[in-house]
């Protein structure tokens, strides 16, 4: 596929932004590979976790500013609203494990690619920087609502407005991010994690990432109510009793995400 590489291994499916000399930097075209490769692994039960990451020395340098679609006075939220939206969105509603391999910067849309994901792991290297204010754009690609709740409101406003550099170190100490490693750790990092993920109760992890996000916008009240239905569901699946008869039995359960 164009400027995305999609590779399937035991449970995992690895997707990397595949134009390193742009900086993996996003045009309509790719940003439609990437949503096809999310609503690819929400379908195929084999892949039970998703690695998104960059080739080459960035992650992802956002949208490409050389791309005439989004040349000033063009109407950028068409742009947002066909390509930029639904991988989004396909992101959020994928029952499904995300790990983000940050190798590199994460720029603008980029970097809210990253944020997007469910765990993110950067290279020490790495660096976030919420670009848009740069050239006279606020943070989209869910930027405004994720920003707030993965920083804190005081951090990310002004991530936001100054549109200043953090580096990966920076954004763990903050709390934004999962795990930062040296850069030669990188790949057996995300490889041993996407391991654990890929043999973990995949339904599970799902209801976690559905539940998470219901909260943003309810009541404990609410909550309460979502955790009682999403975990009559567990209890009702194939891995549920796996793991309480393993634990009974002492031996390590075998997860088939069903
Ligand atoms: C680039 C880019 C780039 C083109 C580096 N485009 N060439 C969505 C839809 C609708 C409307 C608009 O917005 C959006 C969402 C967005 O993402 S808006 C934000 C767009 N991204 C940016 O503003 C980031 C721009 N890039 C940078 O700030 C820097 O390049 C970063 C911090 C990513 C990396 O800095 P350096 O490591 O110093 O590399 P560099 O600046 O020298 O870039 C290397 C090359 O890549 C260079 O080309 P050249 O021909 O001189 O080697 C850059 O022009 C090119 N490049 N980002 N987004």
């Known amino acids: 596929m164009s400027g ?19 900086l993996n930097a996003l045009d309509g075209e790719l940003a439609h590979q990437l949503r096809l490769a999310f609503e690819e692994a929400a379908i195929v ?3 039970r976790v998703v690695v998104l990451t960059g080739n080459g020395r960035a992650f992802c340098a956002g ?10 006075g063009a109407d950028l939220g068409m742009t947002i609203e066909h390509f930029y939206n639904p991988v989004i969105r396909a992101m959020r509603a994928l029952p499904k494990p995300i790990v983000a391999r940050v190798n590199g910067v994460a720029a603008g849309a980029g ?6 994901a469910d765990i993110v792991v950067a290279a020490r290297s790495a660096s976030f920087i919420e670009s848009f204010s740069r050239i006279g754009l606020l943070p989209d ?10 920083f804190g409101y005081g951090r990310a406003i002004a991530l936001a407005m100054l549109g200043e550099r953090i580096s990966a170190e920076q954004a763990q100490a903050w709390g934004a991010i999962w795990q930062v490693v040296d850069d030669a750790d990188l790949d057996t990092a995300c490889d041993t994690l996407a391991a654990t993920l890929a043999q973990a109760p995949t339904r599970a992890l799902g209801a976690i990432k559905a539940a998470f996000e219901s909260t943003a916008t309810s009541t404990l009240d609410a909550a309460l109510d979502d955790e009682r239905e999403l975990q009559r569901r567990l209890g009702a699946s194939r891995d549920y009793r796996e793991g309480v008869e393993a634990f009974v039995a002492k031996r390590k359960p075998e997860f088939e995400g069903r």
């Open 4 to 22: 995305v590489l999609v590779t399937r291994d035991v449970g995992v499916m690895r997707i990397t932004l595949d134009r390193p000399e742009k």
């Open 63 to 72: 949208q490409d500013l050389a791309d005439p679609a989004v040349a000033p």
């Open 141 to 150: 690609s869910g930027g405004t609502w994720m920003l707030p709740r993965l």
């Open 111 to 116: 970097a809210n690619l990253a944020f997007a």
């Open 45 to 47: 039960h084999d892949v």
